[in-house]
């Protein structure tokens, strides 16, 4: 049997900041965008960045810094711009692999 797993990786610009890999069953796909943003708020968003990105879209104070992305090709969630924080379903080999429930 396959064991698969979240490979939830941060970086800033060329550095690499974050580096974590956790069993499939620990989180689900949207639990993983909560910690996604989180991690990208935490890690370069000041209070008011955060709250605008929970404001109601297309309000006056609304911004789209928390906004999460999944990449059609791969099984991979990203959030943020710098720093960004990704999320990719990787096998044992830590090599990106198909999930079925993204």
């Known amino acids: 049997m396959k064991h698969l797993f979240w490979r939830i990786r941060g970086h800033d ?3 690499d900041t974050f580096d974590k890999t956790v069993a499939l069953g620990q989180f689900s796909d949207e639990q993983m965008k909560h910690l996604l943003r989180a991690l990208t708020a935490k890690a370069g968003l000041s209070e008011h960045e955060i709250v605008g990105a929970y404001a109601k879209r297309k309000t006056k104070i609304a911004n789209d810094l928390l906004d999460v ?3 059609f090709r791969y099984p991979t969630y990203t959030c943020g711009d710098g720093p960004a924080f990704t999320a990719s379903v990787v096998d044992e080999h830590g ?3 198909r999930h079925p429930t993204l």
């Open 69 to 71: 992305h999944r990449d």
């Open 95 to 97: 090599k990106i692999t």
């Open 13 to 15: 610009g060329f550095k």
